[in-house]
């Protein structure tokens, strides 16, 4: 079904999500203030475009999703509802997120981006995180995440800082692999593919 007076006439697709070596992927965000429209239609767009990447992957699901992505300096972020099931497209808006408290231990697991194509690495993360930010109605919230849900918040709220996660593990020769088209893991040469990769270190 069509219907008319829908004011955003162009929907977000995967191909407005920017991936490195865009250099905006490593720049800051600013606070939002008011939640504007303008702030409401970024949330739709990131909605949008995440879902439209994960219908594009057979092997992945997009499981979040930082406004940086879409080329919008905002401190925004969207988190899956449920990232077990590729058919739950419900997502939960954190605005001005910020992690208040990092306990347990480090632990060192896989994590891909929807910036970084094909790459994933191996990157250590505090299994449990505080996290506190405001809902689409600027009332603040406050969430306690663990395990994967801990890594999702520090790899977004890391985007909202400019931060990319293969930036954590630069300088590890063992912590770099590539997404195979048979859905599994392969290890990656550091030497030839990654260490002096122009895409991933762009200068400048
Ligand atoms: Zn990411």
């Not at 940086?68 to 590729?86: A, H, M, T």
């Not at 009332?139 to 801990?150: C, I, N, P, S």
Request: glycine share 6%.
């Amino acid at each position: 079904m069509h219907r008319f007076g829908y004011t955003n006439t162009e929907v977000m697709t995967k191909d407005d999500i920017i991936t490195l070596p865009n250099t905006h992927l490593r720049q800051k965000s600013q606070r939002v203030g008011i939640i504007t429209p303008e702030v409401k239609q970024i949330i739709a767009d990131m909605k949008a475009a995440t879902l439209d990447w994960d219908a594009s992957r057979e092997h992945e699901v997009g499981v979040a999703l930082a406004a940086i992505q879409i080329d919008k300096l905002y401190r925004i972020v969207i988190v899956r509802e449920d990232y077990s099931d590729k058919k739950n497209h419900g997502f939960t808006v954190f605005i001005n997120p910020e992690i208040t408290k990092y306990e347990g231990e480090m632990i060192a697991d896989f994590e891909g981006c929807l910036s970084v194509p094909n790459v994933y690495g191996k990157v250590p993360r505090y299994s449990k995180v505080r996290v506190k930010a405001l809902d689409i109605n600027g009332k603040q919230f406050r969430v306690t995440a663990e395990d994967f849900l801990a890594r999702i918040f520090q790899h977004e709220i890391d985007h909202t800082k400019g931060k990319v996660f293969i930036d954590h593990i630069k300088d590890d020769p063992e912590a770099f692999y590539r997404l195979g088209e048979n859905g599994k893991l392969a290890t990656l040469d550091y030497e030839k593919d990654i260490k002096n990769n122009a895409d991933l270190w762009p200068k400048g």
